[in-house]
């Protein structure tokens, strides 16, 4: 069980989509074959990535969404459709740190996962790419945080406390020590190996002030991390917390997260 609630990846969904970077999902249709698609979401939660990216592949597409949580997937829908895109929408219960070689990814044209890629490790990631190389599979990978956070207006105590967090990214999260902010570089050395090419696009996340309730949530989760990362600190946490949340409640704080989104592709043979 990873703990992600479907909650939180509603609060957090609408950021995710302006953040994104369209036009590396439109670089990743232009290489994609005749329809009808057939895709493949890791992690997929209640299905947010595939939300984003159906209208913008567009035409018929068969997805199936992977995930370890029952509880989230039990949110997708089994089929989308808009103007442009229709899509069907299979669910498989998969703990993708153990059974990763169940999935067939040759029946896929397109591998792709949104704030997954942090969590998980170097190892993980290097099994993956290998897989991708076999099946000569496309991939995306969007919104992995990438250890930059900026908070209006600052406070001393800002990227002490990052310093904390991003400890704790690198922590286990079910798959060895996570990659963290770490994960997209990684993500190009490790698929480059494996003879793809790849772009990588930044996707930060802009949080307005008055997007109180995702501050928040955000703000409750650093304060967990830091916790644990140093628990004889708790008072000047506490202290920081309050500073944070005075600029909350007079509406004059902006979050800025750094993400990235990644797409690569097989290298043509002899190329
Ligand atoms: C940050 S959420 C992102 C969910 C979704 N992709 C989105 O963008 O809203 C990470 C997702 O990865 C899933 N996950 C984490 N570890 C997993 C594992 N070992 N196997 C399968 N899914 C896992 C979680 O259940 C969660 O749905």
Known sequence: MSGFSAEWLQLREPCDARSRCEELVLAVRSRL????????????????????????????????????????LGHQPATLQGTNFRCSVSTRRLDLATELDSLSLSEFHLVTASALLDLVSASWLQLLASRC?????????????????QCMPHE????WVFGLVNRHQRGNKGFGPALGPDATSYARDVFGMFGFQSR???????????????????????ITA??????????????????????????????????????????????
């Open 133 to 149: 190389a076999d099946a000569r599979v496309n991939v995306m990978f969007a919104l992995t945080y990438d250890g930059r956070v």
């Open 200 to 222: 990588v696009m930044a996707s930060d996340w802009v949080i307005e002030p008055e997007e109180q309730s995702l501050q928040r949530e955000l703000i409750a989760g650093w």
């Open 156 to 159: 001393p105590d800002d990227q």
């Open 226 to 271: 830091a916790h644990e990362i140093a628990p004889s600190e708790a008072e000047r946490i506490e202290l920081w917390v309050r500073r944070r949340l005075t600029h909350l409640l007079a509406g004059t704080s902006r979050i800025r997260v750094g993400h990235q989104d990644f797409i690569a592709w097989p290298k043509a043979p002899g190329g």
């Open 33 to 72: 074959p005749s329809r009808p698609l057939q895709a493949l979401d890791l992690g997929s939660g209640t299905g947010a990535n595939i939300r984003y990216m159906a209208p913008r592949l567009a035409g018929e597409q068969r997805w199936l969404a992977v995930d370890d949580e029952p509880a989230l």
